[in-house]
């Protein structure tokens, strides 16, 4: 099971990190994503964690401001740090894990989101 945390309210131009938690099977053996979804539209890719290479990927729109990662100390964590929010940024943010790379844009595991909201 996978629960993301960390959201809140944030001016735009301000900074949030989103937590992800990994009951059971820690993110050391999984690729890791985050995915985000505004209210009436569809869920959309935001980043991505290779399990071995660690090679990271990500939304166009949030390249050089956003960093997924994982945390060398403790397995079950990984996170998303958010800078320069915009209020484009604003929509529920979800982790989400998958053991195969191929599916990594259609995971298989979920956590539960966490609202992210950017004032402007």
């Known amino acids: 099971q996978l629960q993301a945390f960390g959201g809140g309210l944030v001016q735009a131009g301000g900074s949030l990190r989103l937590s992800c938690a990994a009951s059971g099977r820690p993110f050391t053996t999984l690729h890791v994503a985050w995915f985000r979804q505004i209210p009436g539209k569809e869920r959309e890719f935001v980043a991505a964690?290779?399990?071995?290479?660690?090679?990271?990927?990500y939304q166009d729109s949030v390249k050089g401001r956003f960093t997924i990662s994982r945390d060398n100390q403790r397995e079950n964590m990984m996170y998303l740090q958010m800078n320069n929010l915009k209020p484009e940024d604003t929509a529920i943010h979800y982790c989400?894990?998958?053991?195969?790379?191929?599916?990594?844009?259609?995971?298989?595991?979920w956590g539960q989101g966490t609202q992210v909201t950017v004032s402007s």
């Open positions: 989400a894990a998958d053991s195969r790379w191929a599916d990594i844009a259609a995971p298989g595991n």
């Open positions: 964690s290779h399990l071995t290479t660690r090679t990271t990927i």
